[in-house]
């Protein structure tokens, strides 16, 4: 399974996730609202990697704790956003956590009760 259908597949089983193409890259969305994106190769980095959105504080723990797999994403990073590097050594594990995670930040409380608790 190569690393987007991989990431489709985390991203889209959640409910009401629906996939769109904006700035020439997936991005993934509930309600029209964006908690996620791939990034292959964005502006010459030399890696495909996932931005998703995060809570307050887990960028900066994430990215001082293990600055080789998490970085600050141009554009949504201010806003905290996380970014995670895809290669042979992902922690997949990890991925489907902040998928999640930005995910249950966008959606409404009607969708977050689905996967809550």
Not at 38 to 43: L, R, S
Not at 79 to 107: C, F, M, N, P, Y
Request: contains cysteine; glycine residues 10%.
């Amino acid at each position: 399974m190569n690393v987007l259908t991989r990431v489709r597949k985390i991203c889209l089983a959640l409910p009401e996730a629906h996939e769109k193409i904006a700035w020439g890259a997936p991005t993934f969305r509930v309600k029209d609202k964006l908690y996620a994106m791939y990034a292959d190769d964005h502006h010459g980095v030399g890696f495909a990697g996932l931005w998703c959105k995060a809570p307050e504080g887990l960028q900066e723990s994430l990215v001082e704790g293990d600055p080789d797999r998490y970085y600050v994403p141009p554009y949504v990073g201010k806003s905290g956003w996380v970014g995670i590097r895809l290669d042979a050594k992902t922690d997949w594990k990890a991925v489907e956590g902040l998928v999640r995670q930005g995910w249950l930040l966008t959606a409404p409380k009607r969708l977050r009760s689905l996967v809550e608790g």
